[in-house]
C-alpha cells in the first residue's frame, strides 16, 4: 500500500512538473509572436528616394505602408531633426498630397526626409529609405495657386461667415470647389481675388470637407486643401 501511494504521488509530481514546462512553452511562442507583431508594425515609407530632387511651390504624394491602425502624422526631417509638422494628424490611407513652401528653411541639398508616425504610438515610425533635395522654382513662369485656408483641422459653423483663402500668382479668375470626402459636393463661385467668403447656409454638417481652387483657364493648376476640416451645427 506504501509503495503504491509513492508511485501515485511521484506520478502526480512528474505530470505537474510537465505541466509547468508546457505553459512555459506556450508563455515562450505567445511572447514570440506579440515580438513578431511589434516589428512588423515599422512604416516603410515609398515616397523619396535619394535621387529626387523637390520643388518648391510644387505639389507631391508622399506615400507609405504599414501594418497599423488609426491617423498618423507626417514630418519633414532635414539632417535628422524635425523642419516641419507637413501634417498633425491625417488617416493612415498610405498616401498625402504635400505642397512645397517657398521658405528658405526648406531649401537644402541631400538633407531631407519624410517621417511617418502613429499617432497612438509613436514608436511606431518610418522614414525615407535616403535623403532628398529641396530647390526653389527654377521655372521661368508657371502657374501656382496655394490654398492657405481651410487647410485641415479648422472647425466650421454651419450658417456662419468664413474665409477662403488663397495666393496665386496669375491674373484671370479662379473656380471654387466644395469637396466631401473624393467626391464634389458643388462649385461655390468664379472669384477673381485671393478672398472670399462663404456662409455654408444648408450645408450638410460632415467631418470629411475640403476646397479645391482652380483656374478658370487652366484646371489642371489648382490646390487642394491639405486634410479635411469640419462643418458642424445646423446643417441639414
Same mark, same amino acid.
Given at each position: ?37 511589434? %516589428?512588423?508594425?515599422?512604416?516603410? !515609407?515609398?515616397? #523619396? ?15 507609405? %505602408? ?16 524635425? #523642419?516641419? !509638422? ?12 504635400? $505642397? ?14 519624410? #517621417? ?7 514608436? !511606431?515610425?518610418? #522614414? ?26 479648422? !472647425? ?52 470629411? $470637407?475640403?476646397? *479645391? ?22 446643417? *441639414?
Amino acid at each position: 500500500m506504501f509503495d503504491l501511494l509513492t508511485k501515485l504521488y511521484k506520478n502526480l509530481f512528474i505530470s505537474s512538473i510537465n505541466m509547468l514546462i508546457l505553459c512555459v512553452l506556450i508563455l515562450n511562442i505567445s511572447s514570440c509572436k506579440k515580438d513578431k507583431k511589434a %516589428e512588423t508594425k515599422v512604416f516603410s !515609407v515609398l515616397s #523619396q528616394s535619394s535621387s529626387d530632387t523637390l520643388m518648391q511651390c510644387h505639389r507631391y504624394d508622399i506615400r507609405w %505602408e504599414g501594418g497599423i491602425e488609426g491617423d498618423v502624422c507626417i514630418n519633414l526631417l532635414k539632417n535628422g531633426v524635425v #523642419q516641419q !509638422v507637413i501634417t498633425s494628424s491625417t488617416k493612415n490611407d498610405g498616401i498625402f498630397s504635400w $505642397y512645397v513652401q517657398k521658405i528658405p528653411a526648406l531649401i537644402g541639398n541631400n538633407c531631407f526626409k519624410i #517621417q511617418v508616425v502613429s499617432l497612438s504610438d509613436n514608436s !511606431v515610425t518610418g #522614414q525615407s529609405n535616403a535623403n532628398f533635395t529641396i530647390i526653389n522654382d527654377n521655372t521661368s513662369y508657371a502657374k501656382r495657386i496655394e490654398l492657405i485656408s481651410p487647410n485641415g483641422g479648422e !472647425v466650421w459653423g454651419s450658417g456662419l461667415p468664413h474665409s477662403i483663402i488663397f495666393e496665386k500668382n496669375f491674373t484671370e479668375n479662379v473656380n471654387i470647389y466644395m469637396y466631401i470626402g473624393n467626391s464634389s459636393y458643388g462649385q461655390l463661385n468664379n472669384n477673381p481675388g485671393d478672398t472670399i467668403i462663404v456662409y455654408c447656409a444648408n450645408w450638410p454638417t460632415n467631418t470629411n $470637407y475640403k476646397i *479645391k481652387v482652380a483656374s478658370v483657364l487652366d484646371p489642371n493648376v489648382c490646390d487642394f486643401s491639405d486634410d479635411y476640416f469640419e462643418l458642424s451645427g445646423g446643417g *441639414k
